[in-house]
């Protein structure tokens, strides 16, 4: 599966503690080698659109779109920060 990322990403990505960057890239590399590891609960969320987290931690998700074998990552941050997102989609 080929990822790609925003620049929305990017913003959100620079503002998170410095551990939960070490996570985000420990679970990248998790998932560019296996999307479906149990351990990242990589599964489609919202009915209508494509959209599909991606657990950094018990707080933290990364969320993205899939389009074909194309995953583009556009948000991460806490897990009430996702709640709210998915409201808003």
Do not use: C
Not at 28 to 53: A, C, D, G, T
Not at 62 to 83: C, M, P
């Amino acid at each position: 599966m080929i990822s790609k990322t925003t620049a929305k990403f990017w913003h959100h990505y620079n503002s998170l503690p410095v551990v939960i960057k070490k996570r985000a890239k420990k679970i990248y590399l998790l998932f560019e080698n296996n999307p479906w590891h149990p351990s990242i609960s990589f599964k489609r969320v919202h009915s209508s659109m494509p959209i599909y987290p991606v657990r950094v931690s018990k707080d933290y998700r990364v969320v993205g779109v899939l389009k074909n074998q194309e995953i583009l990552w556009f948000w991460i941050g806490t897990h009430s920060g996702y709640n709210n997102l998915l409201t808003q989609l």
